[in-house]
């Protein structure tokens, strides 16, 4: 990741035969090769670059979308709320542009497994490339399948819906869980909500929590230390239950 002064930032995958062609100048991909993390790199024309490993909250805010992305700041939560971690199997419904499904397959590690539904080829597609450029692809099992006939899986003890008619899929969801698991939903208006609430209370699910993650930056000037002009507020409501036996 290379960045400017400004907070301009470049996330590129180094290739010696390759360059970053930017208004400010041209860097050659094999002059950075080797080089330790934190250095500052300059362009042909002489201006300066920091030049440091992406996290992997830098590699999702630069996913290539074709519809929204669930943001970090929802993320993070998540992966906690669902008890995500090395070697936990996990399903989700909604492959989209594939942000979460990065997440998940970064949190469950090598040993882990996610299996991604979607029914759009073009989003799967995507996804895939998503992965493959942050060496993720290994850990992901893409399904371009309706759900409307079920998951495969069984027996999942962590499991996530990023659908806008999550309601209609309870039954498919509960029968591919643990009894314990947990049920993760992400909907972005009130109505969905009051919809998704309402089915549950028909559902053999559990102790349900409805939440939402606000986030507020500051400037980080020591002396006029407020916060940023614009705040990235109500992204989506997250929804989560236990599956339970009846």
Partial sequence: MLIEKNGKQFIIQLDPDQRLQTHRGVLEHRDLIGLE???????????????????????????????????????????????????????????????????????????????????RQDMLELAARNLERVGLRDRVELNHLDIEAGFSERGIGSLFLDLPHAHRYLRQAHAAMANGGILGVILPTVNQVSRFLSELEGALFALPEVCEIMLRFYKPNPQRLRPTDRMVAHTGYLLFARAVSG
């Fill in 37 to 119: 993390w934190g250095q500052k790199v300059s362009t042909h024309m002489g201006h300066d670059f920091l030049m440091l490993q992406p996290s992997m909250r830098d590699l999702l805010l630069h996913t290539k979308r074709l519809s929204q992305i669930i943001y970090p700041k929802e993320i993070g939560y998540i992966l906690l709320r669902l008890s995500i971690g090395p070697g936990t199997p996990v399903v989700e419904a909604g492959t989209g542009s594939g942000a979460l499904t990065t997440a998940f397959a970064w949190a469950v590690g090598p040993r882990g497994t996610v299996y991604s539904y979607d029914r």
